[in-house]
């Protein structure tokens, strides 16, 4: 299955609704919400744990089978969005960049 049969505009859509709920819980701080818990303890303590999925998701990939390797990658983007609303840098600013790159031909994206 390619990727662009799997894609649909109902997945894009959730992830602009998890940034939502994302900045909703940052200003309502509900209690007994993780994502509240991790707004209280801080930007450096949701890099870290950024850093944390990162690393889970290169092992998880060294194994057989996607099942670990997809949980791993949704804890990854969930975290990685949950950082970005920390440092109010809006998802669309990223995917902005990314398009940029792109779209120059510079196809060096992180890491190259």
């Known amino acids: 299955m390619s990727v662009k049969q799997s894609l649909s505009k109902k997945d894009y859509k959730f992830l602009k609704e998890l940034e939502e709920l994302l900045y909703e819980r940052k200003h309502e701080m509900p209690k007994g919400s993780y994502t509240t818990s991790m707004y209280k303890k801080g930007l450096d303590k949701i890099a870290q744990k950024v850093g944390e999925e990162a ?51 510079n196809h060096k994206h992180i890491g190259e």
Request: no cysteine; proline share 2%.
């Open 55 to 105: 690393v889970e998701t290169v092992i998880a990939s060294k194994n057989e089978g996607d099942k670990e390797t997809i949980a791993e990658a949704a804890d990854l983007l969930f975290h990685l969005m949950l950082l970005l609303a920390e440092k109010d840098i809006p998802l669309h600013k990223v995917i902005k960049l990314l398009r940029k790159r792109h779209d120059r031909g």
